[in-house]
């Protein structure tokens, strides 16, 4: 079941909501969830391109939440959390949450070849070094993520609102596939609760972005199927992926995935596809051509994650969440 919205409004002397530039309309419709107004901050840059920021109210004891997908410009969102981080620890904050709705640097989350950095780790680091005595995250693209930290991590999935928005929809007979063997976990979360039965596509990735589409795993002639993922990037791994599965007798293809990233020719792949529709969250802002198109929908997170701000602040349990 999706998340209810908050029963009641916050207490904004106890409680406050900061955001940056990545996706302000996000940290908006949170504020308004929760019956809070958005925190009040200067921010500009110098010439050279350096931030600066400060914030302009009293946040001495204050339950902080700042609000900041890490998405492109992926260092400078990141670098503004940072500073935020930072200037609410100096001006007594009692506890500052990092909110996440997207986690960049995800991916890099192990080292798999000679002489490469664990990226993830690495800008956990940062966000704890900087001040965040918490961490709240939605869809890590890998779920052992959460052990770089050592303060507490809320991570929240989109399945709720996803399933929900599923089950509105008139399919039919549906398959749920897994685009590759590591999403399988995901893709059985939401093929259990919508009860349909789970495929898989084997693929083998030669290189980042390049994906070579191998075989299906699964009877999915004559059926609908839903691919499931994290993220869309290029949109290469999922057009592939719906080839393959139309090539097999699918009877359709529609897409879901957590976070938008949609870089470079994502959008046209996607438009040029045989992909009925793809529904992502508003984790990261959508572009004017993803605007646009007539192929992708966003669903809102911002009442899931209003809850969980809620329970964080109240001290109650988030699994509720996790259905």
């Known amino acids: 079941m999706a998340a209810p919205k908050p029963a009641r409004a916050m207490n904004p002397e106890r409680i406050k909501i900061f955001t940056g530039s990545a996706n302000p309309a996000l ?11 958005i925190g009040d901050m200067s921010m500009r840059q110098f010439a050279d391109g350096e931030i600066h920021l400060q914030i302009l109210e009293n946040v001495r004891g204050a339950d902080c939440f700042v609000v900041q997908p890490t998405c492109s410009p992926v260092e400078f969102h990141l670098m503004e959390i940072l500073l935020m981080i930072d200037a609410l620890k100096r001006a007594s904050a009692e506890r500052i949450t990092a909110v996440l709705p997207y986690y960049g640097y995800g991916r890099q989350d192990r080292k798999d070849k000679p002489r490469v950095p664990i990226s993830a780790k690495l800008v956990a680091s940062l966000l704890e070094r900087a001040g965040a005595d918490r961490i709240m995250a939605l869809d890590l693209h890998a779920a052992q993520i959460q052990g770089f930290f050592d303060v507490p991590v ?24 897994s685009p590759d063997a590591g999403g399988v976990e995901r893709a059985r979360s939401i093929a259990k609760r919508l009860n349909a039965p789970l495929a898989i596509i084997d693929k083998r990735r030669e290189e980042a972005n390049v994906a070579e589409v191998m075989n299906v795993i699964g009877d999915v002639e004559g059926e609908n199927c839903l691919l499931v993922d994290d993220l869309i990037d290029t949109a290469g791994t999922l057009v592939k992926g719906a080839e393959a599965l139309l090539a097999q007798g699918a009877a359709s293809v529609t897409a879901c995935a957590t976070h938008a990233v949609l870089s470079g020719p994502a959008i046209e792949r996607i438009e040029k596809s045989g992909i009925r529709e793809v529904v992502f969250s508003n984790s990261i802002p959508l572009t004017e051509a993803a605007r646009k198109s007539g ?15 809620q329970s964080i602040h109240e001290e109650t349990s988030v699994s509720r969440l996790f259905l």
Do not use: N
């Open 295 to 309: 192929k992708i929908k966003q669903l809102s997170v911002a009442p899931l994650l209003a809850s969980a701000i």
């Open 27 to 37: 940290a908006k419709e949170i504020a308004v969830c929760l019956g809070l107004e």
């Open 154 to 177: 809320d991570h929240l999935f989109f399945r709720p609102v996803t399933v929900d928005y599923l089950k509105s929809q008139d399919l039919g007979k549906f398959t749920v596939v």
